[in-house]
Nanobody, 129 residues
């Protein structure tokens, strides 16, 4: 059983930075593909970024490319999302997700919520203008 716990959210002014963390429990984390999604009020959950089990491959939504950086520390069972140059439109609840099946087609499916079978409870990020 994998449990995911996000932290690091908060209120920040536009142009500021935050670093989100996702701590995972369970032996299967080490090779699990991981991702961050977000959901703003009244909107569907959307893909933000993903990272392969080894950390060798990373993926980003166009809206965050160049501003956000995903990374992982398998020794600490933790995935990070460094968010810089934040904008008011980044305001949302951010969710961590794990693909414990270690999908071999991850490079094609990383952006779909159905790829992931474990989710955290979310952490609120609010960016003021």
């Amino acid at each position: 059983q994998v449990q995911l716990v996000e932290s690091g959210g908060g209120l920040v002014q536009a142009g500021g930075s935050l670093r989100l963390s996702c701590a995972a429990s369970g032996r299967t984390f080490t090779w699990s593909n991981m991702a961050w999604f977000r959901q703003a009020p009244g909107k569907e959950r959307e893909f933000v970024s993903a990272i392969s089990g080894s950390g060798g491959n990373t993926y980003y939504a166009d809206s965050v490319k160049g501003r956000f950086t995903i990374s992982r520390d398998n020794a600490k069972n933790t995935v990070y999302l460094q968010m810089d140059s934040l904008k008011p439109e980044d305001t949302a609840v951010y969710y961590c997700a794990a693909d414990r099946t270690i999908s071999t087609s991850f490079r094609k499916t990383y952006g779909s919520p159905t790829t992931y079978d474990a989710w955290g409870q979310g952490t609120q990020v609010t960016v003021s203008s």
